[in-house]
């Protein structure tokens, strides 16, 4: 992917500042929900974002950190490495899921605009090179599935451990 350097380094600074309190086998990731148009935030989706802060204060224990920004919320993970392999946890997919949901309902509320969402999952591998795998895209009328987006987010993350042994 083509990403302007400032971008790159926000990126990078923002991954660096979440893994620097973590230790052990793992690394940091990104998980994205980027609108394809247009602007996904807080002031153009009042009514997602009084869901997506109703689902966040009901969380009890959230496995991840919230961001928002303006093309979109995100989500900073620490993933653990272990022999099971690859697994996310039940909270971040949640959340994910809770998120595509609120979109759509916003929308249906009139939100705008109303472009589809991407789901995004990025790591930063060295100083010059990210990895970005787009893992599904929904349209505000799509059925949201968390079994389908779970799979979906596991395959991706494989495909970006595998690429990083590359």
């Not at 400032?6 to 893994?19: G, H, V």
């Not at 980027?34 to 997506?52: D, E, K, M, W």
């Not at 990025?122 to 059925?143: A, G, H, N, P, Q």
């Amino acid at each position: 992917m083509i990403m302007n350097d400032n971008w790159k380094s926000q990126f990078q600074r923002r991954m660096n500042r979440f893994s620097a309190p973590r230790s052990g086998r793992g690394s940091a990731i990104s998980i994205k929900v980027r609108v394809t148009g247009g602007c996904f935030h807080r002031q153009h989706s009042p009514h997602a974002y009084n869901l997506i802060d109703d689902y966040l204060q009901g969380c009890t224990s959230l496995d991840a950190h919230f961001e928002e920004h303006e093309s979109g919320p995100e989500l900073l993970v620490w993933l653990a490495m272990g022999t099971a392999g690859i697994t996310l946890a039940k909270s971040v997919i949640d959340l994910v899921t809770a998120i595509i949901k609120a979109r759509s309902e916003g929308i249906k509320k009139g939100d705008s605009p109303s472009a589809p969402v991407e789901l995004i999952v990025r790591k930063v591998i060295t100083d010059d090179k990210i990895i970005e795998e787009k893992v599904l895209r929904f349209d505000f009328k799509d059925e949201v599935n968390t079994e389908q987006i779970e799979k979906a987010l596991i395959k991706a993350l494989e495909k970006i451990a595998n690429n990083n042994e590359e």
